[in-house]
């Protein structure tokens, strides 16, 4: 059975870095990302990254956050840097498996960038 799992969110000032991490297992997973979701507001890309290491992030964290994954041990991680208000939101871990690529997401791990 496929599972997600993410931890390291949680309440950081304006200008803080904060680390999100997401176990995945129950499969071997193509691309993996992450996705955010503030309220009111419909889920959006936040970055991605495939199994070859090529990656893809949104033009509003580009400079501030980073993706990595470690294929061997089925874990991808997103750093946070130089974090403003507007990154306020349910942060969802995100994975394609092989070989169906069918989708799969985590519970969601809350960030709030507050003073």
Excluded: H
Aim: with cysteine.
């Amino acid at each position: 059975q496929v599972q997600l799992v993410e931890s390291g969110g949680g309440l950081v000032q304006p200008g803080g870095s904060l680390r999100l991490s997401c176990a995945a297992s129950g499969s071997l997973f193509s691309t993996m990302g992450w996705y955010r979701q503030a309220p009111g507001n419909q889920r959006e890309l936040v970055a991605t990254i495939t199994i070859t290491g090529r990656t893809n992030i949104a033009d509003s964290v580009k400079g501030r956050f980073t993706i990595s994954r470690d294929n061997a041990r089925n874990t991808v991680a997103l750093q946070m840097n130089s974090l403003k208000s507007e990154d306020t939101a349910v942060y969802y871990c995100n994975a394609n498996v092989l070989p169906s690529l069918d989708e799969y997401w985590g519970q969601g791990t809350q960030v709030t960038v507050s003073s």
